[in-house]
């Protein structure tokens, strides 16, 4: 008997054959309750690695004082070992250890529980000394901003250029031009200031100011790169995975429309939300705003580290929550499945797919 409709199902997979049925499919496609449960995972996921993406220079600027080059320095250091050991890793442990569906899903379970405390990563931060210029009040809000003085009053400095660097007497400046500096050189990639006019316990040799923000002697700088990049490790270790039990748990005529899909709802849900909640939560904890000349808002001239770290931890807390969860409740869907087929054929052997 022939078919009258192009879509039909077999087993429990779908087929189609014109691209107006591709909706069709979808809606077939978030019923199936592992797969919507494994993307929702992987959008928590987004959330978080594009939100530390968009703001990690911000973070070590604010918190640890490093200037640009150091920044991108670290950030390297952190983002490409971490993605080759961890997506690397993740495909090694498939293959050499067999693993079927439910052993995936323990794995990942596992692997972003044991990522969860490595979020206290966010707590850590130095100490930097006031910006020159902004006078607090008792309740740390800034009162005033003056950033023009009298040594500095011929630079023509601009206001809205910021650049912090730290003088040789453990004060930061706005930046070097506020600092009345007139003579740059560039070392071992780290820019430093001479004949700076504001800064008056001058050094004998030396630059007289850095880039960067003081710090007060700070040695937390070491623990925070350890512990995001073992977060980090973490993570990367479970992409392979997720992507290979989500090709496990959708029937092979849609698999490439999962995987579409999955990557679609990881934009809309995950990279795309993460960096407006993450610079949400880091304005939150901005003490003063710098005022452009036409009236808008520009940097945030001074941060409460406390409550910036508190805001990104209590995000990254939640959202990995989140993804602990779905990934339990993916889990459990799985384990259902594969009794439920035991049961209905008792001579069934566990196969490596379920």
Same mark, same amino acid.
């Given at each position: 008997?022939?078919?009258?409709?192009?879509?039909?199902?077999?087993?429990?997979?779908? /087929?189609?054959?014109? +691209?107006?049925?591709?909706?069709?499919?979808?809606?077939?496609?978030?019923?199936?309750?592992?797969?919507?449960?494994?993307?929702?995972? $992987?959008?928590?996921?987004?959330?978080?690695?594009? !939100?530390?993406?968009?703001?990690?220079?911000?973070?070590?600027?604010?918190?640890? @004082?490093? @200037?640009?080059?150091?920044?991108?320095?670290? /950030?390297?250091?952190?983002?490409?070992?971490?993605?080759?050991?961890?997506?690397?890793?993740?495909?090694?442990?498939?293959?050499?250890?067999?693993?079927?569906?439910?052993?995936?899903?323990?794995?990942?379970?596992? =692997?972003?529980?044991?990522?969860?405390?490595?979020? @206290?990563?966010?707590?850590?931060?130095?100490?930097?000394?006031?910006?020159?210029?902004?006078?607090?009040?008792?309740?740390?809000?800034?009162?005033?901003?003056?950033?023009?003085?009298?040594?500095?009053?011929?630079?023509?400095?601009?206001?809205?250029?910021?650049?912090?660097?730290?003088? #040789?007497?453990?004060?930061?400046?706005?930046?070097?031009?506020? $600092?009345?500096?007139?003579?740059?050189?560039?070392?071992?990639?780290?820019?430093?200031?001479?004949?700076?006019?504001?800064?008056?316990?001058?050094?004998?040799?030396?630059?007289?100011?850095?880039?960067?923000?003081?710090?007060?002697?700070?040695?937390?700088?070491?623990?925070?790169?350890?512990?995001?990049?073992?977060?980090?490790?973490?993570?990367?270790?479970?992409?392979?995975?997720? +992507?290979? $039990?989500?090709?496990?748990?959708?029937?092979?005529?849609? *698999?490439?429309?999962?995987? $579409?899909?999955?990557?679609?709802? @990881? *934009?809309? =849900?995950?990279?795309?939300?993460?960096?407006?909640?993450?610079? /949400?939560?880091?304005?939150?904890?901005?003490?003063?705003?710098?005022?452009?000349?036409? !009236?808008?808002?520009?940097?945030?001239? #001074?941060?409460? #580290?406390?409550?910036?770290?508190?805001?990104?931890?209590? =995000?990254?807390?939640?959202?990995?929550?989140?993804?602990?969860?779905?990934?339990?409740?993916?889990? /459990?869907?799985?384990?259902?499945?594969?009794?439920?087929?035991?049961?209905?054929?008792?001579? =069934?052997?566990?196969?490596?797919?379920?």
């Amino acid at each position: 008997m022939k078919r009258n409709n192009s879509l039909y199902t077999r087993g429990n997979g779908i /087929k189609f054959e014109k +691209i107006s049925e591709m909706p069709v499919v979808f809606i077939r496609l978030f019923k199936n309750f592992k797969f919507l449960f494994l993307t929702l995972a $992987a959008c928590c996921e987004g959330i978080i690695f594009s !939100g530390m993406a968009a703001f990690m220079t911000k973070l070590l600027l604010q918190q640890f @004082g490093l @200037g640009p080059k150091k920044q991108a320095i670290y /950030k390297a250091t952190l983002a490409i070992p971490s993605s080759l050991i961890g997506i690397l890793g993740g495909g090694w442990a498939i293959k050499y250890f067999g693993m079927n569906l439910q052993q995936m899903l323990v794995m990942i379970v596992c =692997l972003v529980s044991l990522s969860f405390p490595c979020i @206290g990563a966010m707590f850590i931060y130095c100490d930097n000394n006031d910006l020159v210029g902004l006078s607090e009040s008792d309740n740390n809000m800034i009162e005033k901003i003056k950033l023009q003085s009298e040594c500095n009053k011929d630079c023509d400095c601009d206001d809205t250029f910021f650049f912090p660097v730290c003088g #040789h007497d453990n004060l930061t400046y706005f930046s070097a031009c506020h $600092a009345g500096c007139s003579r740059k050189e560039v070392k071992d990639s780290i820019d430093m200031f001479y004949d700076c006019k504001c800064i008056l316990n001058k050094p004998s040799s030396g630059p007289e100011a850095v880039e960067g923000f003081c710090m007060d002697n700070c040695p937390s700088l070491v623990f925070f790169i350890m512990l995001v990049f073992t977060y980090q490790t973490l993570s990367f270790f479970c992409v392979i995975p997720t +992507i290979t $039990a989500t090709l496990r748990v959708v029937h092979g005529d849609v *698999r490439s429309l999962a995987i $579409a899909l999955q990557w679609v709802m @990881g *934009r809309l =849900l995950g990279t795309i939300p993460g960096p407006l909640l993450f610079g /949400k939560a880091i304005d939150e904890s901005c003490g003063y705003w710098q005022r452009n000349s036409d !009236g808008s808002l520009g940097n945030c001239l #001074h941060y409460d #580290h406390l409550t910036l770290s508190r805001n990104l931890a209590c =995000l990254m807390f939640f959202s990995k929550g989140l993804q602990i969860t779905f990934f339990a409740i993916a889990l /459990k869907l799985a384990i259902k499945t594969q009794r439920e087929r035991m049961a209905e054929d008792p001579g =069934l052997v566990r196969s490596t797919i379920w």
